[in-house]
């Protein structure tokens, strides 16, 4: 595959994952942001255009950018500084993050407000066992020493609990990067319904049946997240509205 058709598949993808969150409601108006690596530019990436809501964002018009926080491209669109401050800072210190996908969802914060966070309570949460870490709000993230923290917290972790804040989901495509956000969505939404049911107490299993089921999920690593069910899902967007891959 050519670099031109190469990037151009990652911004189909890239756009699906706008237009499917959006149909999830996992949007928060024109705020949050998806990001993905452009492939053969080392330390480039596509992100949203500032002031698009996610329905509205297409492969076109994408904006390309570096991790020193600079367009590359002749975009009339702004992108949102916090993108730049954790969107950046990841792709600078992961070049294997092929996407990194950051909400402010219903569930996602209020799983941020937890001082457990996510527990092994489903086989969603088990997928997610010990892959995720936490870090501490700090106000809105703007800075490069909070972005440092950031990067030091995610680790080669799957994603964080952005605590107060919302969460965040790390992976080699956008497809695996959106599968680990619905796996974190699911469990978050089954966890807090169950709490909020009983008052608190879930039924949890033991740390070593959640590894267990951890390493069943993820098999020998032939088989990503993301593999089976992007194609299920793009078939699915193509029926409600294609405009997505203009």
């Given at each position: 595959?050519?670099?031109?058709?190469?990037e151009?598949?990652?911004r189909?993808n890239?756009?699906?994952?706008?237009r499917l969150?959006a149909?999830?409601?996992?949007?928060d108006t024109?705020?949050?942001?998806?990001s993905?690596?452009?492939p053969g530019e080392?330390g480039v990436?596509?992100i949203?255009?500032?002031g698009l809501l996610?329905d509205?964002v297409?492969?076109?018009?994408l904006v390309?950018?570096?991790t020193?926080?600079?367009?590359?491209?002749d975009s009339?669109?702004?992108?949102?500084?916090t993108?730049?401050?954790?969107?950046?800072?990841i792709?600078?210190?992961?070049?294997?993050?092929?996407?990194?996908?950051?909400?402010?969802t219903?569930?996602?914060?209020?799983?941020a407000?937890?001082?457990?966070?996510l527990?092994?309570t489903?086989q969603?949460?088990?997928?997610?066992f010990?892959?995720?870490?936490?870090?501490?709000y700090e106000?809105?993230?703007?800075?490069?020493?909070e972005?440092?923290?950031l990067v030091?917290?995610?680790g080669?972790?799957?994603?964080?609990i952005?605590?107060?804040h919302?969460?965040l989901t790390?992976?080699?495509?956008v497809?695996?990067?959106y599968?680990?956000m619905?796996?974190?969505?699911?469990?978050a939404?089954?966890?807090?319904?169950a709490m909020?049911a009983?008052?608190?107490?879930?039924?949890?299993?033991?740390d070593?049946?959640?590894?267990h089921?951890?390493?069943?999920w993820?098999?020998?690593?032939?088989?990503?997240?993301?593999?089976?069910?992007w194609p299920?899902?793009?078939?699915r967007?193509?029926k409600?509205?294609?405009?997505?891959?203009?």
């Open positions: 595959m050519s670099a031109s058709a190469a151009q598949a990652v189909v890239l756009a699906a994952a706008y969150a149909l999830n409601g996992w949007d024109i705020y949050t942001h998806i993905a690596a452009v080392e990436y596509l949203n255009p500032f996610f509205e297409c492969a076109s018009n390309k950018v570096n020193r926080g600079e367009k590359l491209d009339p669109y702004d992108v949102n500084p993108g730049f401050a954790i969107h950046g800072a792709h600078a210190a992961r070049p294997s993050a092929g996407c990194v996908l950051h909400l402010h219903h569930w996602g914060m209020a799983l407000m937890l001082p457990d966070g527990l092994p489903t969603h949460a088990m997928r997610l010990k892959r995720i870490g936490r870090h501490v106000g809105l993230a703007l800075g490069e020493a972005a440092a923290r030091a917290n995610l080669t972790l799957d994603g964080l952005l605590e107060n919302g969460t790390v992976g080699a495509s497809a695996e990067a599968m680990l619905h796996h974190l969505e699911r469990a939404r089954a966890q807090l319904t909020a009983t008052g608190g107490a879930v039924l949890q299993t033991s070593a049946v959640a590894q089921t951890y390493r069943q993820v098999g020998d690593g032939s088989e990503r997240d993301g593999d089976a069910e299920a899902l793009l078939r967007l193509d409600i509205d294609p405009s997505y891959r203009s």
